[in-house]
């Protein structure tokens, strides 16, 4: 390869597309057109371009770029969810990078914390960066103050919980039913005191699985008895220490319905830590890794999450392709998977 001589770089600095023509012996005019797949370049240049890049190191920058087109996209979305390291958000995540990766787009991804201040710090952050278009997986209850973004054109989807004071797409799960079917499940085992652990009430979908907890209760003729009920496990040390007062009174509930992935965990750590796994039922909303190792198996109401993911992401992309339809809300079902924990029988715990 015929090379050019480079002008001197400071260590530090990020190699240039000017070092680059110098390498190869082109204009910076040629490179840029390389950088941007032009195909008029002859194949024998391209080759030296690329050449001198990879020698250099050389990265394009793809913001500046994206500045320099014409529909200024950046081909970056931005995604918030509860937890990047909790099984569902990362699954999520990863079902949303599959589709993004088919076009070419890259993900960017927060975790929220269930705090409504981060998920307005984080999603600006996003938009100040020019995302194409966000998902989320709203902390707070009022989404407003996305008003004027989407206004002024950024697409948006909600995901696993709709926005509030906003008029925007969403997908999410059928919560509500799925806890109805959890409880039921329970009292065709013949259960008739089941506790509830949740999440914080303020939580939609905690909110929502409550209701199905207490709707199948009241259709049963049960009363929901506050004493078993508790929406502050958001933890596994809260859920396990909540257990363990439950299993404690002197009228223990038979079964247990947990409503979130790290509740049920924790319930699991306490039933095993008092020797009760096999005595007390339990079913759990959400799937974990290894619940169908344990013995016995965990039965739990298991989301769709590749669904609620693929759906979410090509419901943004048509709208980054233009799809100026009516917003809607798609609701995923989801499904009882029964591994021996949900079908211990009520007489367990007395025997």
Excluded at 183 to 200: E, S
């Amino acid at each position: 390869m015929t090379q050019g001589v480079p002008p001197p770089r400071s260590p530090r600095s990020r190699p240039t597309m000017r070092e680059v023509a110098a390498l190869a012996g082109v204009a910076i005019k040629t490179v840029s057109r390389v950088v941007n797949g032009v195909p008029t370049v002859d194949p024998a240049i391209v080759a030296r371009v690329r050449e001198a890049a990879d020698q250099l190191g050389y990265r394009p920058n793809l913001t500046a770029s994206s500045l320099r087109r014409g529909d200024g996209r950046t081909a970056t979305i931005g995604m918030l969810v509860e937890d990047a390291a909790n099984p569902f958000s990362a699954a999520l995540t990863r079902t949303v990078e599959n589709v993004a990766r088919e076009r070419g787009v890259l993900v960017l991804v927060g975790s929220l914390d269930e705090d409504p201040a981060r998920e307005r710090e984080l999603a600006r952050a996003l938009i100040d960066r020019r995302v194409d278009g966000l998902v989320i997986v709203p902390a707070g209850r009022d989404q407003s103050y996305l008003i004027s973004e989407q206004g002024s054109g950024t697409c948006m989807v909600f995901i696993d919980r709709e926005a509030g004071l906003l008029d925007a797409d969403a997908v999410v799960s059928d919560n509500r039913q799925g806890a109805v079917t959890a409880v039921n499940h329970l009292l065709k085992a013949g259960h008739r005191r089941i506790a509830y652990l949740g999440d914080r009430a303020s939580i939609s979908t905690a909110a929502l699985r409550f209701d199905g907890y207490r709707h199948a209760l009241e259709v049963a003729q049960l009363k929901c008895d506050e004493e078993i009920v508790l929406h502050a496990a958001a933890s596994e040390a809260a859920a396990m220490a909540a257990t363990e007062r439950f299993l404690s009174l002197p009228d223990p509930p038979t079964a247990l319905f947990t409503s979130q992935n790290l509740v049920t965990i924790g319930a699991v750590r306490a039933l095993r830590a008092l020797g009760l796994q096999d005595s007390v039922a339990h079913v759990g909303f959400d799937d974990f890794p290894l619940a169908d190792l344990l013995s016995p198996g965990v039965s739990v109401i298991a989301q769709d999450v590749e669904q609620l993911g693929k759906q979410a992401a090509e419901m943004l992309f048509h709208r980054l392709d233009g799809d100026q339809s009516p917003t809607r809300t798609v609701t995923v079902p989801t499904r009882l998977v029964e591994r021996g924990s949900g079908e211990i029988p009520a007489g367990a715990l007395r025997d």
